[in-house]
Each structure stands twice: as C-alpha cells, then as structure tokens.
C-alpha cells in the first residue's frame, strides 16, 4: 500500500509562490504517473500537472503553463509542484496521486490508484 502526503499549501497574495510536497510511502516502483490535481467545491477535480516518471515527460493544464512545474526526487518517494505568480483562480484544495501501469494516454483521474489527502491553497487579491 502506498500513502501520499501532501504539504505546503497556505494563503499567499496573488503573484506570489507556493511549493507544494507529496510525501510516497510505501512500494512506489511499479507507479510510473504522478499528478497533482485541484479542487473547488461545486467544481469538477482538474488535473493539473502530471509527470510520467520513467521518461520524465509532463504534461501542464493550459491555465497552469509556464507557472507551475511539476518534479520529483530519484527515489520516487517526493513529488513536488513549484506554483509561480499565483492568481485567486488557483485557489483550491490540491491532492497528489499516483498511478500504475503503462498507458499510451494520460490517466485520467478515475485511474490513480492512490490520492493524497490534500492541502488548501488560497490565494488573495
């Protein structure tokens, strides 16, 4: 089993940064995308940056490109998500994930096998 952590959200004023973490305990050789997603209540979880860790290819929602990077330790045991010139839009609870198996296509949510708990970001005007 594996257990994800996530931490570093806050509150922080827009046009500021945030480095969010995803702690991996547990068997995590066999789990080869790990995402961060978001959430607004009444809104629908959007993926927002994933990484494919044998290869080291991403993949960045539009709303997040060129401001956010997604990266990860060797070990596959830290994911972090390094968010640049925030703005009140990106103001949700975010949750790592992870999931197994290859694919020729980016997993959608409903195919992680393990989600973290998730970490507040609010971002203010």
């Known amino acids: 089993q594996v257990q994800l952590v996530e931490s570093g959200g806050g509150s922080v004023q827009a046009g500021g940064s945030l480095r969010l973490s995803c702690a991996a305990s547990g068997f995590t050789g066999s789990l080869y995308y790990w995402g961060w997603f978001r959430q607004v209540p009444g809104k629908e979880r959007e993926g927002v940056a994933i990484?494919?860790?044998?290869?080291?290819?991403?993949y960045y929602a539009d709303s997040v490109k060129g401001r956010f990077t997604i990266s990860q330790n060797n070990t596959k045991n830290m994911l972090c998500l390094q968010m640049n010139s925030l703005s009140t839009e990106d103001t949700a609870i975010y949750y790592c994930?992870?999931?197994?198996?290859?694919?020729?296509?980016?997993?959608?949510?409903?195919?992680?096998?393990?989600w973290g708990q998730g970490t507040q970001v609010t971002v203010s005007s």
């Open positions: 990484l494919y860790s044998s290869a080291g290819i991403t």
């Open positions: 994930a992870a999931a197994g198996g290859s694919r020729s296509h980016w997993p959608s949510e409903y195919e992680y096998n393990f």
